[in-house]
């Protein structure tokens, strides 16, 4: 059964950085080439909310709030997602999870890691 497990969430001050990765496992045969991913993130109390998407041809797009500081990508060759966040406000503070959205297939969210950022 195909996974995606986050990585790279953590502790970090006000205007830090941080890189999360998506990486896909549980099969040999599956890729994420074909498959938009997406990252989504819920701070505490708060509805889920869609981050940044990247298509399977590399088209991006982002919420307003990580726009200019966040950059979504992929490797395919990896079986691996990408969000790199810059410039980090305490608003940005919650759980960030990754998924795997193609059409006429089941969508994959992996268990989320949590970016916490403070002072």
Known sequence: QVQLVESGGGLVQPGGSLRLSCAASGSFVFSISSYTMAWYRQAPGKQRELVATISSAGSTSYASSARDR??????????????????????????YYCKAARWRSVDIWGQGTQVTVTT
């Open 70 to 95: 966040f950059t979504i990508s992929r490797d395919n060759a990896k079986n691996t997602a990408y969000l790199q966040m810059t410039s980090l406000k305490p608003e940005d503070t919650a759980i």
